[in-house]
């Protein structure tokens, strides 16, 4: 099976950097979303790591060490609007390529 | 147009009605995904349809029906549904031959089952 682990809660400051931690255990891995979804909203898709490194898209960034089983989103120049959940969430071959299994989320908050 | 568009974005109804969610997307996506979100929990895959054919069911009951007339449309047919299918339905889509994608979601519909 696949065993995807976040922390469930962090808090931060308006204007911080924070890093939210993903640990998958999966065979055949295929790739690792980051969504970000506000409350009563759908989830808004972030990044798409394949490939070891770190992929950098504006205040957001996403890293992905295959060996480790590990990946982060890293979110500078934190603002207000950034409180919200963030998903992890693995694509694998053995579950099938189109099957998208999330982790349970982290919920972010920003105080000013 | 790079967007899933949902309808409605919110049903309430009886647990002997029978009603339809719908989800269109115009960006050419050959997969479309019906997700089921509780709150605070994360979106849980229902089905997969590829190519306008179902290939993926996750033991999902009956009383849920899904259908793809096209490709750009997917439907969910509901009857006789149970408070506890009470939920925000989501639905997605992604484009599967590329391979940096990444899957795009519908603002969701909020199901309130009575």
């Known amino acids: 099976g696949q065993n995807i682990d976040q922390p469930t809660e962090m808090t931060a400051t308006e204007g911080a950097i924070v890093q939210i931690n993903c640990t998958y255990q999966?065979?055949?891995?295929?790739?690792l979303f980051w969504y970000q979804q506000h409350a009563g909203e759908a989830p808004t898709f972030l990044s798409y790591?394949?490939?070891?490194g770190l992929e950098e898209k504006g205040r957001f960034s996403s890293f992905l060490s295959r060996s480790k089983g590990y990946s982060y989103l890293l979110l500078k120049e934190l603002q207000m609007k950034d409180s919200a959940s963030y998903l992890c969430?693995?694509?694998?071959?053995?579950?099938?390529?189109?099957?998208?299994?999330f982790g349970t989320g982290t919920r972010l908050l920003v105080s000013p | 147009d790079t967007e899933v568009t949902q309808t409605p974005k919110h049903l309430v109804m009886g647990m002997t009605n029978k009603k339809s969610l719908k989800c269109e997307q115009h960006?050419?996506?050959?997969?479309m995904y019906w997700y089921k979100q509780k709150a605070k929990k994360p979106p849980e895959l229902m089905f997969v349809?590829?190519?306008?054919?179902?290939?993926i069911n996750e033991s999902v009951p009956s009383r849920f029906s899904p259908e793809c007339p096209n490709s750009s449309l997917l439907n969910l047919h509901l009857h006789a549904l149970q408070p506890e299918d009470s939920a925000l339905y989501l639905c997605a889509s992604s484009q599967e031959s590329v391979k940096r994608e990444g899957k795009f979601f519908g603002p969701g519909t909020r199901l309130t089952v009575l």
């Open positions: 790591n394949v490939l070891d």
């Open positions: 349809y590829s190519y306008e054919k179902l290939s």
């Open positions: 969430a693995v694509k694998s071959l053995n579950t099938g390529f189109q099957k998208l299994v």
């Open positions: 960006m050419g996506h050959r997969a």
């Open positions: 999966t065979s055949g891995f295929n790739g």
